[in-house]
């Protein structure tokens, strides 16, 4: 849970200042509501009774038969409980934090214009339906998984899904205001707080470890021991590189030594190990999380040609390194190539297709995105009356203040 | 001890400007002060030789004599140490961080205008014996847990403690200057930075997860595991729907969404919780954790209405959801709602008489609270001589700004 | 690796503001290279074929043949595995975070005017060569830990090498422009964000739990875990100590109570206990902890009167608490003094003339400081484009400003 406050740090600081409340709000609200509806309808969805497609629609859970036995004293459960491997309870905590990272993406990609409440309903039907469908397929034991497609702890499954679902987002959401002028040129929108940024690249590495790490659901003997070990390495040195790459080719792609391509190369370096950090060796480990910075610092590039707009860069970071990561795990340790393609394109199809129509149907009722006058005074004091940093003298943007003076 | 840092940024973020680096002292001092204080007096008053009441007034201690046997080799001791179920120094760690929990919660409340060094004194007092006695009574096998009272994690002894001797230091120091205008209306004081306040949530959050999941002592077997499975559910389940009652709450009672309420809420849920995540099944922890989000939202505007001036809204959020939890348990779980009410009287009568006599001879003595020119040009300017962001120019508040100038 | 984020907060917020980016660019920076350094050099250098004093000179390694085999499936390697205590890649990550910690003690004497590729070039030799020799005399089984040194977790191997790194660069730099003025003042630089510095400093005490018990290498038996009870109670007391002890001195020494001598005394106490918090009583903890945090707030006033400037204070609390701590140990607990001072001084030695030859180096080639001018205007706006908090509006160093205008 400890990537949520990642991401709000990261996505706090990065906003420009009039919108930095709001996004603090969006994160604690998504990561509430990503609880509660993937304990609600998410889990059961996912993992009880999957055939092929998807689980079954049934309200709320808990722990098995064996395990309430086992706590009322019946020790010859014990047995039982361990061969399961691990807590039924314990991986729903874990599965939920995996759910809540795919919100935090597109509440990244789509911050500064995207309305509260219309990406609240977004998250409930993300976290509730189709992040859910996407695991059955896989963590669930569906057909991805049993045609053989691999994806260790969630390139595809985690970083696509919710890569895909921005990108959806931010088509139909469309870019902030004056963003990308007539003229061609991008309009800087400077971020509110870097050192918060860099705080929560950190704070992701960090969890990281835990989402790599723990993905080694059961770590019970001393061969898991040493996998964990050779995971969090992989995982430190993939992130490692992906920095130094990223920082290395800013110069030529963006025009100067970057910090942000930085903080997202370590960011695309993390997900791009996370298909198989316990498969690769150390050495692919960084060749991969290199790649990774690169394709991500092209991918921001790419964005803007296009004239996407993503607030914090998380469809490169996320999407473009998790496909990269989905591939390259096929390439080091010799997987089936063609499975890994279905995989990236039936999950990429599934959550872009589902994404974009949910985002419509929000549109055309509550609307998807704040008016231009919310936007221009910000959504913290337009839409939650709170501003972030309210005892700060803050240098306005000027395209606003002209705007709003004509307006009166 | 992570708890004390989310409790730093919470409170650096709520307090205005001109306070923000007075807290953090504060925060780290109590932090030290409890450290100390707890290992020279505070855990020997708890848990040694505890009869009914009070355990003994002996200096300092440490590891038992088996550990001490063990550790020098002698193999025959590992079954008698595993015996006791846990080492006796990683207890007291763990009760270290419970006891600066308490202090911590009183600095949110007293925040902006109680006096440094009669803090640091209170805290003294608190962690040496107030909360050593309440923990006597309960952890220690003293009257209150041979009774039944049931308090798994501490609603009651620690939040429900912390929340009373908030609220008699609230009583004694009074509000912040012109906070309770004459016209009954309430001056805002804008919080310094939201976004700090809301990664201290999410610190306090994680936090939790250690509190309750590590009071399930012992964690050494099958059944253990699965225990604690449960209970991080459970503290996760709870605080999601205190966050999500709160906002929805908040529009009726204090008048807009309000993203302090949510963290409120959040914390509510889990204080709420901590009597008994391991008994409650999950829809229970469900409802406990959104009726604490209520509770909490509804506290605020009572203290409002009150008078009584708590600026991180730290009485209704550890006290009203205290008190909340501990009856909740006992109502979901079937305990005995007598012997629940009994602890929740007892332990509030002895902590509020015991504190509020203490801050009134503090007054008397030292003075609790800075003088109305300390209060103006800000506790970090006229009591340390750091502001927290000295570059950054300030919008001043106009009441003190006027008066700064009359006195001139 | 939780470590450098508090590494990077603390420093962020103690530079001026005009120079807080670069100083989390820095950091990813740093950390990102020591781990890619340390793995294709250092850790062989350190661990691999030491006879006394350096290992050998092979790129990269890899899990132990034994693990492999385990991996693969053949139990029979399990009690093999088990009998080296750890696994190989694990001791690799917990020593690339205490290669990177030795870095970010650099980083933070050096900040505000040492260029940014010019640390890095540093930084990439101290990790790959300086740090690891001195690893392979100690904990690599070289000619120091044959002779008796003792340094648990590094109060002389980690901090004292970062420290004696430290001290040469801030020699061969020099002090930032004007910081020492001509009639023997000291200028003041305000911090940027006093709540960032007071975050970055929990972090790194909490980080310092898993320093000093994760260096009780093996977690398996139940001494083991009685052991680490004792480690993190030491660890804690001694931090205690050094915050209450340096405040208290603060007043005589620097002339005000003082927040920074406060949580520069809490890392001083860490540093201090460090070398052991294994071997020593409790109490012994304190006294040490405490004359850990006097001794700092002295040698940062010592460090004013020599005209050496140290931007976070780091040489006072790690190389003098950290030559403080591993004499303190040998004191309490009945080591061999004379040992101690061999190791203490043949480290500085070593550390303080290689890296003061490699700044020189830096220096005659590259240049190891940015020009008058960049540092006038800090090196977010001329190094890296861009600013921390670019909307907030901040007031500028008058000089600086005279300076620019004059220069036009």
Redesign the interface.
């Known amino acids: ?2 990537m ?2 990642g991401f ?2 990261l996505e ?2 990065s906003v ?2 009039k919108n ?2 709001v996004i ?2 969006k ?3 998504l ?3 990503a ?2 509806a993937y ?1 609600a309808i998410g889990y059961n969805l996912m993992y009880v009774d999957v055939e092929s497609w998807i689980g079954s629609f049934t309200f ?1 859970y ?2 098995s038969a064996q ?1 309430i036995a ?2 009322r004293g019946d020790a010859s459960m ?1 047995k039982t ?2 061969e399961n491997g691990y ?4 991986d ?2 874990f599965q ?1 934090v995996f759910v809540a990272t795919t919100a935090s993406i597109v509440s990244g990609t789509l911050a500064e214009r995207v309305k ?1 409440w219309s990406f609240f309903l977004f998250t409930l039907f993300l976290t509730a339906f189709i992040y859910p469908v996407i695991g059955a397929w896989t963590w669930g034991d569906g057909w991805l998984n049993q045609m053989g497609f691999q994806d260790f702890a969630g390139s595809t499954i985690v970083h696509s899904t919710g890569g895909w679902a921005a990108l959806a987002g931010a088509l139909v959401v469309g870019p902030r205001l004056r963003k990308f002028r007539a003229d061609g040129t991008v309009k800087p929108t ?10 929560g ?3 992701l ?2 969890g990281w ?1 835990g989402f790599n790490g723990g993905s080694q659901l059961a770590l019970s ?3 898991d ?6 995971i ?2 992989n995982t ?2 993939a ?3 992906g ?2 790459a990223a ?1 290395s080719v800013s110069r030529p792609i963006l025009g ?5 391509a ?2 997202n190369g ?1 960011i695309a370096g993390l997900v791009s190990i996370t298909a198989g950090p316990d498969i690769v ?3 692919w480990a ?1 060749i991969i999380g290199a790649a990774g910075g690169v394709l991500c610092t092209a991918g921001i590039r790419l964005l803007e040609v296009l004239k996407i707009d993503d607030v914090v860069g998380a469809i490169p970071a996320h999407l473009v390194a998790g496909i990269w990561g989905t591939l390259a795990v096929c390439i080091a340790a010799g997987g089936n190539v063609g499975d890994q393609l279905t995989g990236i394109l039936a999950v990429g199809a599934f959550v872009f297709v589902t994404s974009w129509v949910l985002w419509l149907i929000i549109d055309a009722t509550i609307k998807a995105r704040v008016s231009p006058h919310v936007e221009e005074l910000g959504q913290d004091v337009a839409e ?12 306005p943007d000027p395209d606003d203040v002209n705007d709003l003076k004509l307006k009166k």
């Open positions: 849970m400890w949520c406050a709000t740090m706090s600081g420009r200042t930095a409340s603090c709000l994160n604690i609200g990561y509430a509501i609880g509660l304990y709320s808990g722990p395990e086992l706590l014990e409980v361990v807590a039924v309870m314990s729903w905590f939920m509260l400077p971020p509110s707080n870097v050192p918060a940024v860099t705080l690249v950190f704070i590495w960090l470890f003997g001393v061969a021991a040493v996998a964990v070990s050779i969090l390495v430190n040195l992130a490692a590189a920095v130094m920082i100067r030594y970057d910090l942000f930085g903080l370590a060796e150390h050495h960084i939650l009356g709170i501003e972030a940093y309210p005892e700060f003298l803050v240098i």
